[in-house]
Structures are given as C-alpha cells and as structure tokens.
C-alpha cells in the first residue's frame, strides 16, 4: 500500500495472493469471445481479439493496466506512452473503485467500459462517467431493495458496516437517504480500513456486539470483509442477521461450515444467476499442461491443489503434483458453474460488445447514427462510434434480455439470497425471493417468507431489531432526546386524544363531542352529566319533599291551632305566608333535577328568589313588627300604625316585587338556557342552565343577601327584648344560618364541577329552607304539641311567674270591692254597679285603644242588670298600673271629663291638673317618694351617690325630683343612667361596667320590677364589690327580688301592706264555670293548672281537659299570696272611691235616685248667645265679650261635628263635608269604569279592531301564496297584524279601576306593542324604496335589506322602546294615584305617570319612528307600480301623526276619566287608521277583485283595450 501521506515516493504495487473466483471470470469472458468467433450469426466473418491484464484488485493496478492498454501491446512496462493501440472497448473492472479510475482514464478518448461487478451508485453520473456501462445493477437499486427488505421485515433499528472505498461509501449514502421517511434508523456506521487493522476490527465487533440493533448491513467486498469475519468468529459473537450486499452475498469463499454458526441466516440481494453453457468443461480444459507458459494458470493450480507442476518453477514452495491431489475445499466452488452469478454478467458484456460491434457493421448507408446518418468506417472504427450502437443495443440471452438506459445501467434485478446449512454443512446460497426494478412501484419485491431460514437455524421466528418496541394503540413516540427517531418512549395519549394504529408519531385529538376511551384507542361520546335522578339526584329528591311535607305538616298544625296564643302571637297571617313560600322553595329545588331544558333554565333561579324573597320578606315584616311592638311601649310613641296588617302586605309585596321586575328584567334581556360545557372538564360535557346574564344573577343573590342582611340586623338589635317568647332570638339565628349558607354557597358554586355545581346550589336551598324552618316553627310546634301549658298568653307575655298573677289578683280585687259595694247598704244602697275590664297588656297602644271605646261607648258593660242603664260614655275609670300608660289615657279622658282613679302610677307629673284634670289616685305620688329617699340618704351621710333609673315616664320623672330634692340636701349624685327593658342588650352593659367602675357605693334604683331585675341579672355576671341599694317602691317590696345576693341590705319606701277582710277566700272561692265567663279568668286558671276549660266547650288549645279536681287552695303564686296586700289595697281603695263618689251625686240621705242620668261632669247653662249647632262655628261679635257670638256656616270643604266649634276643621283629603257640614263622607272616586256607556263603547271598538285585525290575518293567510300578499312582503304584513291586534287589546288595560298592574302595563304594553307595528311598517317603506332602487342598473342594495336584516330592523326599533319602559318600570314606574287637585268633592283615580320622563320618551320614540316613516312614505308614494304600498303608508302615518298631534293638547286638558278616554281614543284611532289605510285595499283585492291579483296587474303590465 503506498504512503496516503505522500511522504516518500512509492515503489511499484505489487499483487499479494491469487483469486481464482476472478480468474474463472476472465476465463468466462474467454469462452464467450471463442463463442462468438464461432458463431456464423453474429459477427460473420470477423474475430474478436482480447486481452487480460491483471489489476490486483486495486485502483492503482487497474489505473496501470488502462495506460498500459491505452499505449498498446507490451507497452505496459514502457517508460513512454507512444502510438495508438486497436482498443474498442474494455470488459470491467471488478470493483467500483476500480471502475471508477478506469473509466476516468478512459474517457477522454472515449473507450466505452462495461462493467460486471461494479455497482457503485455515483457511476450513473454521465457527465463525470459519459463511456461507463454496466450490467450489473446499480447500488441505487440495491440499497432501494434493502430498504424494502428492511421494511418488509420491520427491522427499524440496523447498523451499517462499510469497506473503505467508494462502494461503500456511495452505498451508505444511498441507503441513507433511501431510510428517510421510512421510520427505520441506522444505530451505528462503522468502516473496515481499506489497509485491515484488527485493532478497529475488534472496536467494530464490540460496537456491534453491544448494539440493541441486530440487523447489520454490510457494504463490502469479500477480500476485506475475509479476515474482518475471522476476527468476528474468533469473538464468539452471534445473534446477528446479516444483510449482505451484491458484493459478498454470494462469495464461495465463506460457505465453509466453520461459517455457519456465525453467518447462518444471511440474507441478501445477488445478481442474477444465468446460464452458461460449456462452462464447468472449459474450466476443466484450463490446466498448467495446456497453458505451459501462462502464469496465471500456474497460480490457479497452487492456488486450488497446492502444488505446482515440475515444468514450473513459479510456485516452487509449493510441492510437485503426483496427480492424486485433491480439491481444496475454501476454493471447491471454482468448478461449481450451476448459477453463476458474475460470470454471467461477464458473459452478458461481452456479448453486448459483440452485438454492438455486429450492428456497427451491419448498418445500412444513410441510415446510419452519425453526422448525415452516415455509418462508421469498418476499417478505421472508432471506440466512441462503438459506444453508440452499445448505448443502443437491444439483445437476449439465455432468456433475459439485455440493453442499457441513458446512464448506461441495464435493467434492474437481484435475486433475494439466503445463506442456509446444506447437507454436509456447508453454507448453500438458496434463492428466496428477488428484486425486479422493472415492476411497478410496491411490487418489486418478491419474497418467500417461509422459505427462509434465520440465524440459529430458526426457520419462523423472525429476528426483531428495533430501538424500540412498536407503541399499541393509545400510545404515541416520543422521540428520545439526542437519539435517532426509531428510538422513542411510547408515551400514552393525553386524555381527549388517540391512536388507533401502531406506532402512531402523534394522538388524534377527538371531535368537541367525543373523548377517548380508557385504552386511548377509540373515540367514544362524551358522558353528558347533568344532575339527573341518580343517587345523589334522588337524596336530594327526598330530602326536598321531606321538607316540603315538613312544611306542609307545620301548616296544618299551625291552621289547626290557629286560635291559640303561640300562633296569634307570632302574627299568623306572616307565619302561613313563611310556610307558603318555604313550601315553595322545598319544591322549586327539584327544578334543578333532572336535564336542563330552556323552560327549567328560566324557571331555576327566578322561581327559587322570588320564592326565597317573599318568604324573606315575611320574616323581614315580623322582625320589624317585634321591633315596633316594644318600641310602639315607649312614650308617645306611634310606630305601630304604620306597621299594621296592611302595611304588612305591602312591605311584602313591595320587597317580593323589586325581586319580580329583576327576574322580568333578567329574562327579558338575557335569560338563562341550557349549555353544553366543555371547556370545564374536557372528558365529559356538562349540561348545565348557563345564567344568560352574570349580573342579572349576582343581582338576584344579592337581592335576597340584603334583604337577610336586614332582617338578620334587625333582628340582632330585637333578640334580648322582653317576652317570654321573642321571635327575634329565632329569626336572628335563622338569618344566622341563612346567611353561612349562602356565603358558603359562593367560593363552593364558582368552585363546584359540573353536576356538583347545581348540587351546592340545591343544598343551600335546602340548608337555607331547614335552617328558617326549624328555627322559626320548631320551638312554636313543640310548644303547642308538647308543652300546650306553655300555649297561653300568660307565658308568652313572660307575666306567668309573677306579673300575670298578680294583675289578677288586681282585677279580682276590684272585683270583689265591686261585689261589696253592691251587697252594701251604705253605699249606692239598692243601685247596681256594673264594669267592665280590660286587658292593656301594659301597652300603650293597647291602652289608648281601650280609652277611646270607652269613651265612645262602643263596648257592652260586663254585668248588665234591669237596674244598671246605658249611658254613650263610662262614668269613670279604674286605671292605669303604669305612669306611661295612665299619662295616654289620661290625656284621651280629660277633654270627655270621665274621671280616672289610678292605683300604681306614682309619677309626679301626673299631679298637674292643668294636663290631667280628671286624674286621681289612691298611691303617693313620685313627689313625695322623692323626698324622703333623699332624707332618708341624707340620714345616713351619703353625701356621694350613683342613680339609676328605667328610661320611662316613671323613672325619668321619679329621677328628676329625688336629683331636685337631692341638691337641695347637698348630695351629689356621680353618675344617672337610664335604662329600658325594650332597649339594647349593650346599653344594659353600659350601665352595669358604670356601676363596676364607679367610686360610689350607694345606689338609688328608681326603676321598675323588671328593669330592675334585669340589672340585677348583668351584675351578677361579673359582681361588683358590695353595694347599699335604695330603692323606691316600685320593687323594694318584690319578692322576687329577694334572690339576688346583691340586693341584701336594700331599703327603700314601699306601699303601706294592708288587710281586707274575706278577700283570700273570694280569691280561692273561683270556680271552673265562673272562669269560662270571662276570658282573662280563663287564661288564668287554664295557665294556673296546665289545662284547658275550653275543650269542655269544644274547642281545644292543645291540652288536656280540665276534670274538675283542680284546687286554686294548691297554688303557691301571687295570685294566692295575700300576705303584702299593698297594691291590691289601692285597687281596693280605688274602687270604693268612685263609689262613695257616685253615691254622693245620686243618692241624699233618704234614698238614691235610679233614674238620674250621671254625667261625669254637670255644669250650669249662663250663656251670651246660644250655643252654635254642628256644622257651624262660633265668630266673636265685635266690641262684645268673647262670649257673644254668632254662628257662622263653615267653609267649603269644613265641617264643625260639635256644639260651639270655634273653628271649622277641614276633612281629611279624601273626604267631603256633607250638606249639613257635620260629617266628611268619603269622596266619590271616578275612573273609567267597567260599567259606563263611555266605557261600553270603547271596549267594543277594541274588540271589534282586534277581530278585523285577526279576519285580515286569516285573509291573508289562506292567500299568502297570492301575489299581492307575496309582493307586500307577507312576513311583515302578519307581524304588523299581530301587532295591530294587540295595540286594539292593550287599550282594554285602561278600563276599569287602576291598579299597580294596571297602571304598569297600560303606558309600555301600549307603548312596545306601538313601536312594533310602526317598525314593520318603516321595514316595509324601506323595502319599497330599495325595491325600486334595487332596478337601477348596478344597484345590489337590496342585499343590505334582505329578510335577515328586515327583522333585525323590526328586533332593534322594538328593542330601544322596550329599554326605555324597563328603565321607566324600574325608575319611576307609574301607579295608581287619587288626585285631588283637579275636583275638589272628588277624587279621580288614575295612573299617576311615575316619571313623566319615561312617558313621553316612550310617546316620543313612537313619534319619531311614525315621523321617519311618513317622509321615507313620502318619497316613495309616486314610484312606479299598480299597487305601490308607499302611498297606503303616507296616507296612514299622515292619520297617525294627526292623531296624537291632537291627543297631546286634549291629554292635558280633559279631567278624570275623560283623559284616559282620550288616550284609548288616540290609540283606537291609530289602529284603525293604520288597518284601514295598509290593508284595506288589499283585502278588497283578495276578497272581491280576485283578477287583479296578479304579477301582471301589480307590475302594470295589463295590456290596454284598443281604442
């Protein structure tokens, strides 16, 4: 080898070893060339000369042999190159390297080669190689079918072993960029060194070895792959299939059966096998005795005997042949002709050199392929000239047949080689299969899959060799990084995605409906879920109706028991409403159950708020109604009158109708409706109600979170007042609960997937629902089902331990001084007292209220007798137990002069007869309590003092003298605090951390029993140090108070106790029967035993019957205590008297007067002028006394209902005086009603408008193919009758008498359902200008007004006037309103407008859509065409604008009902004028002028008679 480096200059090359599979190729080429100088059909008469030259193998050699022909004969050794040898054309060379050089020298004189074993690829380039031919394939054939084979066999992961030359490197690029796009990746490319090193050898061996890939393709020649092979059997490596190229598939050289084990299983593509005939007799001619002097043969015969003949001398280290030597077996298969491979192909290039050389010869003058179609000179041929006919040359041999393509390459095909064990061992090459180029694409290669026989002599299980295994479906590669593509990780697919092949490089991505299966393999339906009855559905199901009955099962108790305290007292009217709407929200949850449709979308949330909000709203009017009951008890105050039953349902109503117009509003403008979700969770479709309009739904939520914001406050500020069953304790735990519900239900709604969403939302309806239901009914049903004792007014009033009892051991007091009094001889002898009494459950307004029937007389006496008359006001009254109370009633009495006698009010405002000058008492007053508290202080030296007295009349007045009385006596007072029982839990905490904080330690309490006991209970929480009370004898003397540590050491001044003889056993002495006459009596004893007296009578308040063996002589209670009879004995003293008074005015010392009517006051008559009659009043005469006067008439809208009326006082507004000017009879109301003749008439002429409209809409419709219906746009023209027909049926709205409803809907159902039909006919005016515009030449403007835009048109118009009357209705929306102003001895009932705004922008937009349309109608009422309905239009709008011009100056003007008239008027007036004017004409068409109702007609194309 020479120096690569060019380091020294190189010796001659020189041939190592001798090939005698070559030299049986030259030999072939030999006997073709004897063959065909024998032939008398080819070449006739000429012969063919050749000569062989060895090249070694080497390109340097073959280089040296193509000068060596070049210069001629023998000119080889030459040291000059002279002359021109007779060379044509050159038979080789073996290699593609070889070839390579070879033909690059001999192309520039244009020598053709063919080539029969050189099948380098690059060798195709006719530029670099324009006289090179072949016949055998190209390798770009062969690494084309390699590659197939690759893939038929699905080795992916292969390796690359390559000798050092061109045909290997050639090779590995073919078969390089023949694998891309395939999927198979070559694992490793290693180059066996053309000069054989073992060192890299064995590198090679190792990386193969090693390698995950079994597969190795070899690109080589057999004389370097020979000792490569050697050193691989030495390694002992096997488990390998070899992929063998052209070049060694079929060398004899390895069929040895040391080979076997480790090449066994070798597949390969080799060249064709042919025939040859004579071949293996004229080896056998080939011997050292023929060819004496020929080298060759001599080193053919060392090289297959291993000796050499006698008459040589070349292989003299060889020893002489005896003749009886054998054949050596590495070169057995010199003489093994039966499929020759390249010597056929040697075979073929001669024969193709011949035939061209017999067509050059033969060529017929003028037909020839050169210049003037001339021939070649036979005597002076050129190789160039021979190349030609070669390029052409078409012949066949041995059945195949041969020619070559314009890179000089002849028709592709191999033969599939598979190398398996013969029958002594040996490797035999067995043909499986072959590769013909000359098929169509896919159905080159042949193979015999179960003919082959695979490494380890496995004839089925074929090798697997790939990087990775295959990914099943529902995986896809992923390549690894830095590694060639076929090795990857099969990842699975992601969810949504699949693959449904082997081997996929990317997952499929589902359709928005579908996800993939578990296996990633299929694209199935995604699950719908909804919260559909399933088990959480059903749960939630029961749990619904489980509450719904719940609810309903309270109802019924609490209808049942609808005359008992517990539930009269606790407003039963709300509680039945509570239990309606929770019923309703029990049930409204199962709306949310079950698939989503559009109604149950809608229904969702606006029925579960409108349902929550007045159920809310309830609640919100009993906490304010508990809140005003212990407010209304403070002085001078009048809250309850504005929260009577009527308010009530009006405060209802009002909140529950705010939530109604937010639902109207929320589905008028954006309504909920079912959704398919998919973006949530990607695996399955959540249907679900999507709420249209976020902010309309937070707006709902948030409604109802502010109406239990403020119930829940106020209940808060009302759960510590006094009653021994507060309401607001259990509403504010209820708002409590409610309002945890719902914060909750926010972060767990936004939160919750897909059905869970609507299940949070269920569970707060349902949470919520319990939570009201159980801690407002619950403690009120256990009362009444299990504790009916508990169900009297006494308890609930908290009066059951002390207050209720001795109350009526007060009125059995005035009893029983009644009953003494009667049986008297001393007193109103033979004269009946008769009374009545009333319960004021020391309430102010209670009290009022019983003051005012009183004095009108309006209620029978209890004990009525024949000797007992009637009188039209009581002639005195026992009353009141407190300050405040008497201080009311006593005001009412004063100016009827009904003397009151009080027997527990002590304060000293009361003494003021300018104020009260019918008040008197039988208990001190506050006044003189005062003073000698302060004495009293003063005594002991408490100079420095705390004061704390009950924010009432009582205390505060109480307070005011002892601070007086105090100052006077130099005692100073730290601190005065006041506190009322109704008043805030805090303000209590005030007063007690006062009292702890303070440096006084002497404490007068001017309060009553239970303020009293109340701080008492505070301080004891947190005990303060020791303390001396003063009290005054509002509880100084209470016995309950005696519990209270704190109160050890007290003193106050209390009510002289005193003793009425026979009273305790008049007290016991009460019996059942005496008890059911009166029904104070009544509670009391039902209350005292715990039984009920009424179920003898047949009624029941859920107790057991009384049996007649209770004993009052058992209780121990203040009723029966009459050991302290202090209070009792004022009501004793009172009583008696207003008897002796009574007795003084009717009785002298004979007898008493029966007959005598008592006035509580008598006055003598001396007057100036008489008195002046009702309906008049008194006018001072001038210059005389005030007394003289005259009686003058009252004014218009005056009346005077009394004697000598100094004024004349005006009837409330919505009354009148009478003619006599004595009462104020109520106003006569007017509004368009019903039953009036004007009111007839107009009905009648909407009803008829309605049903011409309706007929016209038949009409048209039984013609709507018609082309007068068709022409007239016929979509619009039903819209504009419907329409029409409701405009004639919105003016019924104004008849009848105004209501909130009413009122809301005359205004916007007119003013929408207007703006509708005037849209359509502003649609229809345009359409009939673009119509007409649409002729013009060049005109496609009616694409802009097609049907689509036409009704976006009539939707848009429409829409504007319908966000106009939102805004107006949630604005200012109009009501019902009894104006005054106009009549004054009337009053008209009317729509008050609300915002006079919205009204006319409503009639505004009206006018401005009627304005547009009449000047578009206008401008288009003269364009062509029989029936142009623009002119019916204009005519129309011109009525409609006339109108409601007029309707604006009369609206203003007319009164009362007439204004309303008018506007039915203008309304009707309008419609009939747009009916008549629109489609009266085309009716009369339809119905009478049928001929006319052509296309012809309408487009004025009816021909005209011939004059």
């Not at 979700?677 to 109802?704: E, H, M, P, R």
């Not at 005035?814 to 007193?827: G, L, P, T």
Request: aromatic share 12%.
């Amino acid at each position: 080898m020479p120096d690569l480096n060019c380091t020294y200059k190189p010796g001659p090359v020189k041939c190592n070893g001798f090939d005698p599979r070559a030299f049986r190729w030259a030999l072939t080429m030999k006997l073709a060339v004897e063959e065909i100088n024998k032939r008398t059909d080819l070449l006739p008469n000429y012969s063919l000369g050749y000569k062989i030259f060895d090249s070694c193998a080497y390109p340097l050699t073959g280089q040296g042999s193509a000068v060596a022909v070049l210069n001629g004969p023998n000119e080889e050794n030459s040291p000059m190159c002279e002359g021109a040898g007779p060379l044509l054309a050159i038979i080789g060379e073996s290699g593609s390297a070889q070839s390579i050089v070879v033909s690059r020298t001999l192309s520039p004189f244009g020598i053709p080669m063919i080539s029969y074993f050189s099948s380098c690829a690059c060798l195709s380039d006719r530029r670099e190689f324009p006289t090179f031919f072949r016949v055998i394939p190209s390798d770009a054939y062969q690494v084309k079918a390699i590659a197939k084979l690759l893939l038929h066999f699905k080795w992916t992961w292969v390796g690359v072993v390559r000798g050092d030359h061109e045909y290997g490197r050639f090779a590995l690029q073919g078969l390089l960029k023949e694998l891309e796009g395939t999927g198979i990746c070559v694992a490793y490319q290693e180059m066996i060194p053309l000069l054989y090193e073992r060192q890299r050898a064995l590198e090679i061996i190792h990386v193969m070895n090693h390698s995950t890939a079994r597969v190795v393709v070899v690109f080589s020649a057999e004389g370097e792959l020979t000792p490569f092979l050697r050193d691989y059997m030495e390694n002992n490596v096997t488990g390998i299939q070899w992929i063998a190229s052209e070049a060694w598939v079929t060398a004899s050289v390895f069929t040895g059966s040391e080979y076997y084990p480790f090449l066994g299983g070798t597949i390969g593509f080799g060249i064709r096998q042919g025939q040859i005939p004579g071949l293996r007799e004229y080896l056998t001619t080939v011997n050292p005795d023929r060819y004496p002097s020929n080298t060759l043969v001599h080193e053919l015969w060392g090289a297959l005997y291993g000796c050499s003949f006698s008459s040589s001398n070349l292989n003299n280290h060889l020893p002489s042949c005896t003749g009886k030597e054998t054949l050596r077996v590495q070169h057995s298969a010199y003489f093994n002709t039966s499929s020759p491979r390249i010597s056929y192909n040697v075979y073929k290039g001669v024969y193709a050199i011949a035939y061209s050389l017999h067509n050059l010869i033969h060529c017929t003058p003028g037909k020839g392929p050169f210049s003037n179609s001339t021939c070649a000179n036979l005597f002076n041929v050129y190789p160039w000239q021979l190349q030609q006919y070669l390029q052409e040359v078409s012949f066949t041999i041995s059945g195949e047949t041969v020619k070559f393509d314009m890179k000089g390459d002849s028709i592709p095909s191999y033969d599939l080689i598979n190398w398996q064990r013969g029958s002594a061992g040996n490797i035999e090459f067995v043909n499986v299969g072959m590769f013909d180029g000359a098929q169509e694409s896919g159905q080159e290669l042949v193979i015999q899959d179960k003919a082959i026989m695979w490494p380890g002599h496995q004839s089925e299980q074929v090798l697997v060799s790939v990087c990775s295994n295959s990914c099943a479906p529902g995986f896809r590669k992923a390549v690894r990084r830095g590694q060639p593509l076929c090795c990857f990780d099969c990842v699975p697919c992601d969810s949504g995605k699949i693959s449904n092949k082997t081997d996929s490089v990317e997952c499929m991505a589902c359709s928005e409906d579908y996800w993939s299966n578990a296996d990633g393999t299929v694209c199935i339906p995604k699950v719908v879920e909804f919260l559909s009855h399933d088990a959480m559905g059903l749960t939630l199901t029961v749990i619904a109706l489980v509450g719904a009955c719940l609810t309903l099962a309270v109802f019924a108790v609490f209808l049942y028991y609808r005359n008992t305290p517990v539930v009269r007292i606790n407003n039963s009217e709300l509680s039945f409403f509570i239990l309606l709407s929770l019923t309703l929200c029990f049930l409204c949850a199962l709306v949310f159950i079950g698939e989503p449709t559009s109604w149950s979308c809608m229904l969702r949330h606006t029925v579960f708020s409108i349902n929550f909000s007045l159920c809310i709203s309830c609640i919100l009017g009993k906490t304010l109604v508990v809140l005003a009951a212990f407010t209304a008890t403070r002085p001078g105050n009048n809250i309850m009158k504005w929260l009577a039953p009527t308010q009530q349902r009006i405060i209802i109503f009002c909140c529950t109708l705010v939530q109604v117009i937010i639902c109207t509003a929320w589905l008028v403008a954006s309504p909920p409706f079912p959704y398919r979700n998919t973006k949530y969770q990607q695996s399955k479709i959540i249907l679900d109600c999507s709420v249209g309009s976020d902010l309309a739904f937070w707006c709902v939520l948030g409604y109802i979170g502010l109406l239990a914001c403020v119930c829940f406050f106020l209940a808060f500020l009302a759960r510590k007042l006094p009653g021994n069953f507060n309401e607001a304790k259990y509403i504010t735990f209820s708002m409590l609960i409610f309002c945890a519900v719902w914060l909750a239900f926010v972060p767990a709604y936004v939160s919750s997937p897909g059905k869970f969403t609507t299940a949070v939302e269920i569970f707060a309806i349902l949470a919520s629902s319990f939570g009201l239901l159980f801690c407002l009914f619950t403690p009120k049903v256990y009362i009444i089902l299990l504790k009916p004792q508990k169900n009297t007014k006494q308890h609930l009033m908290g009066k059951d331990k002390y207050v209720g009892f001795r109350e009526m051991r007060f009125v059995r007091a005035f009893e029983f001084a009644i009953e003494e009094i009667n049986n008297s001889s001393d007193v109103l002898p033979g004269i009946i007292i008769g009374y009545h009494i009333y319960d004021s459950c020391a309430s102010v307004p209670m009290a009022v209220k019983v003051a005012f029937q009183l004095a009108n007389g309006l209620d029978l006496i209890f004990k009525d007798t024949d000797s007992c008359t009637k009188s039209a006001a009581v002639t005195a009254v026992v009353a009141e137990s407190g300050s405040t109370p008497s201080i009311s009633i006593s005001r009412l009495f004063g100016p009827f002069g009904i003397p009151q006698v009080s027997h527990y009010a002590t304060c000293a405002c009361l003494s003021d007869k300018r104020q009260y000058p019918t008040f008197f008492r039988t208990i001190p007053s506050d006044h003189h309590q005062a003073a000698a508290l302060a004495r009293m202080v003063k005594h002991f030296g408490w100079t420095w003092i705390g004061a704390v007295r009950s924010d009432s009349d009582y205390g505060n007045n109480g307070m005011a003298s002892f601070l007086k009385a105090a100052e006077q006596e130099g005692i100073c007072v730290e601190y005065s605090e006041a506190y009322y029982r109704t008043q805030p839990r805090s303000k209590l905490k005030r007063v007690a951390d006062v009292i702890r904080r303070s440096m006084a330690r002497v404490i007068v309490a001017f309060l009553a029993s239970g303020d009293m006991r109340m701080l008492l209970e505070e301080l004891s929480q947190q005990p303060p140090p020791p303390m001396q009370w003063i009290g005054s004898e509002a509880w100084v003397t209470d016995p309950e108070m005696l519990r209270f540590n704190l109160c050890i050491g007290a003193v106050g001044f209390g009510i002289p106790r005193s003793v009425i003889p026979g009273f305790r056993n008049f007290l016991l002495d009460l019996s059942p029967q005496q008890a059911l006459k009166f029904p104070l009596l009544t509670e009391f004893w039902e209350s005292s035993f715990s039984c009920s007296l009424k179920r003898q009578t047949g009624s029941s308040t859920g107790m057991p019957a009384c049996d007649g063996t209770e004993n009052l002589r058992t209780l121990q209670n203040p009723y029966t205590d009459t050991s302290q009879l202090r209070i009792t004995n004022m009501v004793y003293k009172a009583t008696y008297a207003i008897a002796h008074a009574l007795d003084a005015v009717v009785c002298n010392k004979k007898h008493c007067d029966k007959n005598v009517k008592v006035e509580p006051q008598q006055v003598p008559v001396s007057v100036c002028s008489d008195s002046c009659l009702p309906g008049t009043r008194k006018a001072v005469q001038k210059g005389k006394p005030v007394c003289c006067y005259d009686c003058i008439n009252c004014a218009e809208g005056e009346i005077s209902n009394e004697t000598d009326s100094v004024d004349c006082y005006p009837c409330h507004p919505e009354y009148w005086p009478n003619k006599e000017k004595d009462k104020c009879l109520p106003k006569t109301v007017e509004f368009l009603a019903w039953d009036e003749i004007l009111s007839i008439i107009l009905s009648v002429f909407s009803l008829a408008g309605a049903l011409v409209a309706l007929s016209m809409a038949l009409v048209f419709y039984k013609n709507r193919t018609s082309p007068i219906v068709k022409a007239n746009n016929s979509e619009l023209s039903f819209l504009l009758l419907f329409s029409l027909a409701l405009c004639f049926l919105c003016s019924l709205t104004f008849i009848g008498r105004p209501t909130e409803w009413s009122c809301m809907l005359r205004h916007t159902a007119f003013g929408i359902t207007f703006v509708l039909c005037i849209s359509c006919v502003l649609g229809k005016t345009i359409v009939v200008l673009m119509a007409f515009r649409a002729k013009l030449p060049g005109s496609n403007v009616m694409k802009w007004f097609g049907p689509p835009q036409q009704r976006l048109s009539v939707l848009g118009f429409t829409l504007v006037q319908v966000l106009i009357c939102v805004l107006w209705l949630t604005i200012s929306p109009p009501f019902p309103y009894n104006n005054m102003q106009h009549y004054k001895e009337k009053i008209i009932l009317e729509c008050g407008l609300g915002s006079a705004i919205g009204f006319w922008a409503v009639l505004g937009y009206i006018g401005l859509l009627a304005f547009f349309c009449f000047v578009l109608a206008f401008l288009a009422r003269k364009l062509p065409d029989n029936f142009n309905e623009a002119k019916f239009i204009t005519f129309s709008m011109l009525i409609f604008c006339a109108v409601w011009i007029t309707f604006v100056p009369a609206y203003v003007s007319s009164p009362g009902k007439f204004t309303v008239a008018v506007e039915i008027f203008a309304i009707l007036a309008s419609s009939f004028g747009l009916i008549l004017c629109i489609f009266a004409p085309k009716c009369f068409i339809l119905v009478f002028r049928p001929e006319q109702n052509t296309k012809k007609h309408l487009m004025c194309k009816v021909q005209s008679k011939a004059l």
